[in-house]
């Protein structure tokens, strides 16, 4: 099965710009996480969605938005960089209720982003 | 507040040499605990999932295990390529799949 894929795998960006940064979840999985990852911070989550829907979000501002589609890909969106948003944006993927590893997120290679 | 503090930050082992990396966490309700390795420039590789005190998993030379309190990653006899960082996870009980990391423990083996 192809794992948790995510495109570009680097992109570089100024201060005021927005990016749109794209997840393709394992084949069958409907949930879909992003996780912000930082030197200074580790991993944080960013917003989950399961079936097209926001199910739990974490404490990011507004300027990080994302959705899913049909068929479980999923965007995010971060409007108006700031320097700090300079991080390795990963998507994870979860097979639904019922399966032997429910629940459990497999990451992808993750973005690497730069806002200069 | 859900928290996870991982110790120590960083380890440096001879090849062989047998150590364990600590995770402990505070959670209003744990649903699992899980256990990634991450290789730098690449995404968190999944290794073990925990679900209840008591719980252990092994996998070739890398043994979790869980307690109400923490959980234990023993890693026996370890070779150059288990150098990597590994990080722990909570998963609360509340709606969604939302992970609470560790900062991690960054293993380094030489031979």
């Known amino acids: 099965k192809a794992g948790v894929t995510q495109t570009p795998r680097y992109l570089i960006k100024t201060r005021g710009q927005q990016v749109t940064l794209s997840c393709s979840p394992i084949s069958g999985h409907r949930s879909v996480s992003w996780y912000q990852q930082t030197p200074g911070q580790g991993l944080q989550f960013l917003f989950e969605y399961f079936s097209e829907t926001q199910r739990n979000k974490g404490n990011f501002p507004g300027r990080f938005s994302g959705r899913q589609f049909s068929n479980s890909r999923s965007e995010m969106n971060v409007s108006t960089l700031e320097l700090g948003d300079s991080a390795l944006y990963l998507c994870?993927?979860?097979?639904?209720?019922?399966?032997?590893?429910?629940?459990?997120?497999?990451f992808g290679p993750g973005t690497r982003l730069l806002v200069l | 507040e859900d928290q996870v503090t991982q110790s120590p930050e960083a380890l440096r082992l001879q090849e062989g040499e047998s150590s364990s990396l600590n995770c402990s966490y505070t959670?209003?309700?744990?649903?699992?605990l899980f256990w990634y390795r991450q290789d730098p420039g690449k995404g968190p590789e999944f290794l073990f999932t925990l679900y209840s005190a008591g719980e252990e998993k092994e996998k070739e030379r890398l043994k979790a295990t869980l307690t109400k309190k923490e959980s234990f990653l023993h890693i026996t006899a370890p070779k150059p390529e288990d150098s990597a960082t590994y990080l722990c996870?909570?998963?609360?009980?509340?709606?969604?799949?939302?992970?609470?990391f560790g900062k991690g423990t960054t293993l380094s083996v030489s031979s």
């Open positions: 959670v209003s309700g744990l649903r699992g």
């Open positions: 994870a993927s979860s097979s639904p209720p019922g399966h032997s590893y429910q629940e459990t997120q497999y």
């Open positions: 996870a909570v998963q609360p009980n509340q709606a969604g799949t939302a992970l609470i």
